[in-house]
């Protein structure tokens, strides 16, 4: 099946996305550059897509031209930091106008993810970038000797709608991975079985964390595994614990967003190299927050985009035992993955990020909603428009299929977005 699965891989990857192979060697190559040589590299990719968005996009364009800075006329580094970060909000509300035309790219996929208030972003990847960013996830699974058509098991979100879970199976099938969103024990354990085979592990880290501390004790065979590796919630150092007498890997690190891409990728010595060719990082002064441009964006330019997230830089004196001299990310500091806590089982905080998702689709409706966790079994979401009937039955219905076992309180007009820090959707006041 292996040679079959390889197969089918190739001749799917040729077809969606035909330059990522050239992206990945690309990649191979450029993480033996020298410091300055990344550097080098880095700064001059940063330069044309300045150049590129200040032609292209409306938004850049007339950003750029409000603080004096043409990337063609006066490029620098000074000059660049000139420019005035890009939040969330910009990339929502100024979407159309940050977008350059879709007659400059011969294939685009659309994308989606949430914001930090429950509100959606859509945007438009061209296949190049696309392409990029899936390579950039090759190259770290290579560093383990992992390959992206070995068998993984995923745990990511779902759709609740039939024919997009079809297409999602579809999807896993012919990248060799199966998939698993929630922390049910019945499900988890149905896993037992099909684990031996696993090479891969991916997807939240709490839920890895979880998976772990149920087989604890079994004789279940890990032989096979390369790679286990978490994303988009913060890996704790106890999950670290269970996760290598278990696995017998620690979990690495991936870190990244849908809109910047790929930001760094932990390697076996255990440091996040920050990704040279994808990205440019800055750090703000004021509060520690990671500055990201993304530097293979070509059709929607996220320049100077204040993630949210804050981090800890390794000095630019640091080399890292592995011999790739990129620069390192220490630790991010603010990105925090908690659990909603049912009465009898818990459940990814990014539950509420597909429950909102779907009735944004489903039912075009926008609802700005932060949850809010102070009771096991309880949850409130606050919710800035008057809540109406017809409004709580649409959150209920949706919330009733992924929730089993929680009651939900709906709260109107909390003007939660002027809390201080980063704007989360979920916040546990739980001291657990």
């Known amino acids: 099946m292996s040679r079959f699965h390889k197969w089918l891989f190739f001749r799917g990857a040729k077809r969606r996305n035909p330059s990522i ?61 000139k420019i005035p970060f890009t939040q969330k909000s910009d990339l929502i509300r100024q979407n159309e ?27 438009f990847r061209d296949e190049s970038w696309d392409s990029f ?48 969103f929630d922390y049910e024990s019945k499900k988890l354990k149905r896993l037992e079985s099909k684990l031996g085979k696993v090479k891969i592990i991916e ?24 790679l286990v590796k978490g994303t988009s919630e913060k890996v704790f150092p ?15 690190n991936e870190y990244g967003s849908t809109e910047s891409g790929i930001i760094a990728f932990e390697c076996p010595d255990g440091n996040m190299h920050i990704n040279m060719e994808g990205v440019y990082v800055e750090q703000d002064p004021d509060d520690l927050g990671i500055v990201v441009t993304n530097l293979q964006s070509f059709s929607f330019p996220s320049i100077r985009y204040k993630l949210g997230d804050q981090i800890q830089l390794a000095p630019d004196s640091f080399r890292c035992s592995c011999g790739m001299q990129g620069p390192i990310i220490v630790e991010v500091t603010g990105r925090i993955g908690k659990k909603i806590l049912g009465k009898h089982q818990s459940y990814p905080s990014l539950t509420l990020y597909y429950i ?33 009937e017809d409004l709580t039955n649409l959150i209920l219905k949706e919330s009733k299929k992924y929730f089993s076992d929680i009651d939900i309180l709906l709260l109107e007009n909390h003007d939660f977005r002027q809390q201080s820090g980063k704007l989360r959707d979920f916040i546990s006041h739980l001291p657990f």
């Open 21 to 81: 192979f050239n992206h990945y060697e690309d990649l191979k190559r450029t993480e033996n550059l020298s410091f300055e040589e990344l550097k080098l590299l880095n700064e001059n990719r940063l330069k044309e897509i300045c150049k590129f968005a200040f032609k292209h996009s409306l938004f850049y364009k007339e950003r750029f031209k409000n603080v004096g800075f043409d990337p063609d006329e006066n490029w620098s580094i000074e000059e660049f930091k």
């Open 97 to 123: 106008e940050i977008h350059t035309p879709k007659e400059l790219f011969k294939k685009r996929f659309f994308v989606e993810t949430s914001g930090t208030s429950g509100e959606i972003l859509t945007f």
């Open 133 to 180: 960013n899936r390579a950039a996830i090759w190259r770290g699974y290579s560093w383990f000797g992992a390959n992206p058509w070995d068998r993984k098991l995923y745990f990511w979100g779902y759709n609740s709608d039939f024919f997009k879970r079809l297409k999602l199976s579809m999807m896993d099938f012919t990248v060799n991975r199966f998939r698993l």
């Open 203 to 226: 997807g939240y880290s709490s839920m890895i964390y979880e998976l772990a501390l149920l087989m604890e004790g079994k004789e279940v065979n890990f032989n096979q595994l390369k």
């Open 238 to 252: 106890h999950y670290q614990e269970i996760a290598k007498k278990v696995y017998g890997h620690k979990i690495v």
């Open 356 to 388: 909102f998702k779907n009735i944004y689709f489903n039912s075009q409706r926008k609802i700005d909603f932060q949850a809010h966790q102070f009771e096991k079994g309880k949850l409130e979401i606050w919710i800035k428009e008057p809540i109406t």
